[in-house]
């Protein structure tokens, strides 16, 4: 969002060629945007309706963050194609199913880690198979390694 508010700003104070054009595209942009963060903070806060296919799916996969499941078998639940599943999640969301199981699955640990302090426990219990994956994915998340942010917050 930040992106696109300030390529905007900078269409509108500048003289570029195009510049309604682009503009006109970068509000539709910045609105479908608006309205995709909207929905991802809807249905992961649990808000969204029962009937929601992709709340279903959020559901399913905070019950069992812990177990290995495919982005098939999340396809299936959603009664989607795999296909039709990523471009209707991607589309939702701003994010790939994947993405979401690795941010929920980092937000897992964490409470693992001001628990127990142990990395290695907060790794396999929040549903990762490897230490470096789970490693190069919480720094993706935080920003920061486990162990820097274990120091910082716990």
């Known amino acids: 969002l930040d992106a696109l508010v300030r390529r905007l700003m900078y269409l509108y104070m500048e003289d570029v060629y195009g510049k309604k054009v682009l503009t006109q595209h970068g509000l539709e942009e910045l609105v479908l945007r608006i309205m995709q963060t909207q929905a991802r903070q809807m249905l992961l806060s649990g808000d969204a309706p029962a009937r929601h296919r992709l709340g279903e799916v959020l559901q399913f996969i905070r019950r069992n963050i812990r177990e290995n499941f495919s982005v098939d078998e999340l396809a299936r639940r959603s009664y989607m194609s795999r296909p ?54 919480f720094k993706k998340e935080e920003r920061k390694t486990p162990m820097m942010w274990l120091e910082e917050n716990g």
């Not at 589309?91 to 897992?108: F, H, S």
């Not at 790794?123 to 994956?133: K, Q, T, V």
Request: hydrophobic letters at 40%.
């Open 84 to 137: 039709q599943f990523f471009r209707v999640f991607k589309q939702e969301m701003g994010i790939t199913p994947v993405e979401l199981v690795n941010k929920e699955r980092v937000r897992y640990a964490k409470r693992i880690l001001l628990q127990s302090r142990d990395i290695t426990q907060a790794c396999f219990e929040a549903g990762f198979n490897s230490l470096s994956y789970f490693h190069r994915t």
